[in-house]
Every structure is written in C-alpha cells, then in structure tokens.
C-alpha cells in the first residue's frame, strides 16, 4: 500500500508513519510537510533511514507539488497538515484559513484529478462546539465551532463533505477529541505543563480551571486511524475519543505529584477569549462498525508521557530555546497571576 502523509512531521502525524511501518510491513509511505514552527524532523529520526519512508519538504497548498507528487500513484492519503494551536488561532487566524481550509481543498481536489482511491481527513471535536456538563457529541451533531482553528477545521469537513456528494470522491472524516503522548509540542497543554514543571516553573492554568477535556493517548489515536484508513466507508464520519475527561486543574495536579512537585507551582492566569468549556464524544459508531477500543487509561497514559518527556529534555529544551520563546513571552508575559 502506497501513503501519501501530509502533515507527517507534527506530533499526530510522527507517531502514525511511526506506527503504520511497525504494524505494516508492506506499506510504503511518502510524508509531505512543510516544517512550519511544529514541523520536527527529529520526531521521524528513528525511521529515516527505512527504505519505506521518505519525506518531501513543501506545502499542501503548493497547488503544483501535491499534483505531483500523486502522479506518483497512491492507494491512499491522509491529511494531518494543518494549524493546530487555539491560542494562535486567537492571535491570527489567517494561517489557519490558508492551511486548514485552502490546503484541505487543494488535496481534495488533486486526489479527484488522480482517482485517489481513498483520502482520510485528520479533524477535531472542536468543530462542534462546546457541552455544558451533560451529554455528548455524536457524528450528527451541528457543527458549532468557536475559536478561529476549530471554524477552519469545520470548513474542511464540509469541504470534504461536498466532494463526497458532488464528485463521489472516496473521503473519510475523523473527529478526534484532544490527543497527548510523545512528541507533542510543548505549546499544547499537557507537554507544556510537564516541561514547565520539570524545570520548576509555573503551570498557567486558564481562568478557573474547571474547562473540561476527553484525553486520548496518540498511539491508540494512530490505531483507530489505521483502522479506518483500511476498513472505513467512504463519506463516513468517525469520532474518535478516549473516554478520559478531566478538568484542567486536575491534571496539572496530576501531572505535579507524578513528579513530586509541589502544587504552588499551579499559577491562574487570565482565560482564554471564547474558551471552550467541555468537549466529550460518542465513539460508539466507530466501535460498533470496526471493533476499536481505546486501550490506556489516562493515569497509565499520563505517567507514560511525563517519563517520555523527561527522558527527551534535549527533544524539548531545544524547542523551547528556538522561535518558540517569543511566543511563549507574548503568550504568558511573566506569568503574573489573577485573583484566584
Ligand atoms: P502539529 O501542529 O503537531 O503538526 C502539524 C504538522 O503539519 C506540522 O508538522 C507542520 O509542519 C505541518 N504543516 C502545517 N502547515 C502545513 C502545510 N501548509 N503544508 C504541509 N504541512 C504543514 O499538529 P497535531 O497535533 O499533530 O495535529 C495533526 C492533525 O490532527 C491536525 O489536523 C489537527 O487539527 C488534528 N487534531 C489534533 C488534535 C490534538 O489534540 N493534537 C486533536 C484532534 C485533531
Ligand atoms: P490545548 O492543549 O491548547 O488544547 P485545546 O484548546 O485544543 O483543547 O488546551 C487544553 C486545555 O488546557 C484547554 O481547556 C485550555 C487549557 N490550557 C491552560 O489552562 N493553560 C495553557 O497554557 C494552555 C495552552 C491550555
């Protein structure tokens, strides 16, 4: 099987080429990514040299390079490329409509050009929206989407959508609820909080920090994707959640006693614009139709990635030390707190 990987350089995307040349001996995978701030080819070094792998630095919206590239022929693609961070969202949303929405439609319609026989969307529960403290999304559910990244991600859906209905264009969407596990990039909240508490600084936990997120491990995320990428039906939608909600100060409380820090180190800041309040999914469709389960509990999960991140300091020093500190300095200036 021929794969074209877009985004494959990022943390989901890392963890399933790395996943898919384990589990797939016959499989041959092209990883096309543009090695924007959280494009690391050092996510991939162990698997560089495989003579199944083989990456190609551009942009899904270089309209010339996918076409290209999928005259080489391909059984499938899989598209993880996208602006992943709400907070950037925020800031300037205008990446997020170029990549996200843009890049979506400009793989779309190259795989029609090319009858790429499958093509899988790699999107969010964001996209619909936010729960009070009951209930869960389905795969029908409306798409309410509220920060800029999860309104960019719903564009795509529905562009995906209408390339299945108007071309018949064989396309699967998957609505994943919040990933962690290697390799993510230390803006997101878990990584963030570990290396900041690994190196005694403050947790900057938003508002009250009751907002409440489903933590799903990365590799059975890249398990069920597998899955789908084989046995799903074309024109499906496919939640994908881990069954494991918590609210945020609850896990930075447990991400500070899995190392023996203290919880003083719990800093509130000011909230997030529009902050989200819950997400949770049904994932009883993708169950039902293709037997996936979750398989780690998030206690298990968690004290897993906090050893992998402490293992990997040079993995994560140096991007924190690199363009990534700007960032963080306007993001959080020094940090001082809010009233609790
Ligand atoms: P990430 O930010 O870690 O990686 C994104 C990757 O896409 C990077 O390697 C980047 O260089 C690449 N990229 C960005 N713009 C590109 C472009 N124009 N052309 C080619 N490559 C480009 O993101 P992630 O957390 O790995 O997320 C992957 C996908 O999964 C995204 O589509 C995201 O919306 C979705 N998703 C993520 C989560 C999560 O919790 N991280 C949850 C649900 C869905
Ligand atoms: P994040 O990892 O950015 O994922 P998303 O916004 O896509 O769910 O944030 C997860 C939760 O953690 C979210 O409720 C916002 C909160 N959060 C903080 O409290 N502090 C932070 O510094 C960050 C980045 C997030």
Redesign the pocket.
Known sequence: MRILVTGGAGFIGSNFIRHLLATESACHIVNLDKLTYAGNLENLTDVERDPRYRFVKGSICNVQLVDELLKEGFDALINFAAE????RSIQDARAFVETNVLGTQIILEACRRHQVPRMVQVS?D?VYGSLGSFGRFTEESSLRPN?P?AASKAAADLLVAAYFRTYGLPVIVTRSS?NYGPYQFP????P??ITNALADEP?????D?L???DWLHVQDHCAALALILKNGVSGEIYNIGGHCERA?ID??RLILSTLGKPVTLITR?KD?LG??RR?ALDTSKLEQALGWQPRRAFETGLKETVGWYGGHVTWWTRIKAGQYREYYRQ??GDLSCVSP
Not at 84 to 87: G, I, K, N, W
Not at 203 to 207: H, K, N, R, V
């Open positions: 992943s961070h709400v907070d969010t964001e920060s990244y919040n803006e997101k909240v878990i963030l909080f947790l900057p936990l938003y508002g920090g907002h409440v997120r945020n896990v930075a800041v997030r902050h989200d997400y993001t959080y």
